[in-house]
């Protein structure tokens, strides 16, 4: 086994995240990390970059469920998203999350919001299953040929707009 602390850590190519467990207790934290990435990797990143001592690693991958392609793709295949490896740290020094903010208007929660909104909305118009919703003018040409059918006379020259 390599003495402690041994592998130098200069600029990662890979992301590490930090997750809120509150079901742990302080001495413990957990993150999400990429599938190649070893207990002894995560102890020597901590230990040089943020100066974090750890008594013990403990990781785990969860394998993601299977799924169906995309709409619009040709056929129905099935595949299985990648999976997902977390690793849970005790820590020599209790470390406590900082409380959740409150007040998110300092990283445009309501701007957030309502891009999101716009992006549903756009889905709606413009996504694989926009054709699958009815349209409103096509429920107004419904209600004319049901009233066109219960009529005993029918008018034979009737205004009626259709837009497209």
Do not use: C
Not at 55 to 64: A, D, E
Not at 66 to 82: D, E, S
Not at 120 to 141: H, V, W
């Amino acid at each position: 086994m390599p003495p402690y602390g041994s592998k130098p850590v200069f600029l990662p190519k890979f992301t590490i995240s930090l997750l809120r467990t509150p079901h742990l207790p302080p001495n413990f934290a957990q993150f999400a990390v990429p599938l190649n990435i070893n207990k002894l990797d995560l102890r020597d990143y901590l230990k040089h970059a943020y100066d974090v001592e750890v008594l013990s690693v403990r990781s785990f991958i969860t394998q993601m469920k299977v799924q169906r392609t995309k709409p619009g793709t040709t056929g129905t295949n099935y595949y299985r998203p990648r999976s997902v490896k977390k690793m849970t740290v005790e820590l020599v020094k209790p470390f406590v999350y900082p409380e959740e903010p409150k007040d998110l208007k300092p990283w445009d929660n309501e701007l957030w919001k309502a891009i999101e909104k716009m992006r549903d909305e756009q889905k709606k118009t413009l996504g694989p299953f926009a054709y699958k919703e009815p349209n409103a003018e096509r429920g107004k040409l419904r209600k004319l040929a049901e009233e066109a059918l219960t009529e005993e006379t029918t008018e034979v020259e009737k205004d009626v707009t259709i837009s497209r």
